[in-house]
């Protein structure tokens, strides 16, 4: 089985600048998640999809940061301007529902670095 | 959601068994106990899952206290590549969020 795949493995912009990261689930999977994780810290939910529809967004910033899942599989996050507290790794997630017995699989994440 | 508390980090030698303690005294009924680990630069990688039995698959054993307070996730036979961040989570809550702690660094050493 395929896991969770994620482009670019890296990324490095400028303040201000505009960048996207893609998310590809395992396939079947409904539920999908994106969390930043900052150096040394666990990660944090940003965003969670239940197909196509939003189901919690209340930690993604959303004066910057935006995230769509058209058709219900791949996804994209967006952020516009960006900070330098943005830099992090962005990881995806998905499972096959949303409910508390199906483990949520994790994608290696994209590198963000902001200069 | 409940909060958990696990030590900083663990060392374990090749070969031996690895024992990562995790206390959730907060836990309700309804709440799952998952624990996930994470390699160096690579993404949180599942490992096990529990709500009031013991649990074993190819990876681990999760043993639960019969209170559920406290939790042991248990690695058998330790291997270099085990060394990593080991995340307890009580998943639970509205939208059974993960909400990730800062985990115990298990280091296996030679």
């Known amino acids: 089985e395929a896991g969770v795949a994620q482009s670019p493995r890296y990324k490095i912009i400028e303040k201000r600048q505009s960048v996207a990261f893609w998310c590809n689930p395992i396939s079947g999977h409904a539920t999908l998640y994106w969390y930043q994780q900052i150096l040394g810290q666990g990660p944090k939910l940003l965003i969670q999809f239940q197909n196509n529809g939003v189901v919690d967004d209340s930690q993604l910033p959303k004066d910057r940061f935006s995230a769509e899942r058209l058709k219900g599989v791949d996804s994209t996050l967006k952020i516009q301007p960006a900070k330098l507290e943005d830099s992090a790794v962005y990881l995806c997630?998905?499972?096959?529902?949303?409910?508390?017995?199906?483990?949520?699989?994790f994608g290696d994440g994209t590198r963000l670095s902001i200069l | 959601d409940a909060k958990t508390t696990q030590p900083p980090s663990m060392d374990c030698a090749e070969g031996r068994a690895a024992n990562l303690p995790c206390n959730h005294s907060t836990i309700s009924g309804n709440e799952y106990v998952y624990w996930y680990r994470q390699i160096h630069s690579q993404g949180p990688q599942y490992i096990i899952h529990?709500?009031?039995n013991n649990e074993t698959n190819e990876m681990a054993s999760l043993i639960i206290t019969e209170d559920r307070k406290s939790s042991t996730l248990i690695l058998p036979h330790a291997t270099l590549r085990d060394t990593a961040v080991y995340y307890c989570i009580v998943r639970g809550g509205s939208n059974y969020k993960l909400t990730f702690g800062k985990g115990t660094l298990l280091t296996v050493n030679p």
């Open positions: 997630a998905s499972s096959l529902g949303g409910q508390p017995t199906q483990p949520q699989h």
């Open positions: 529990g709500l009031k």
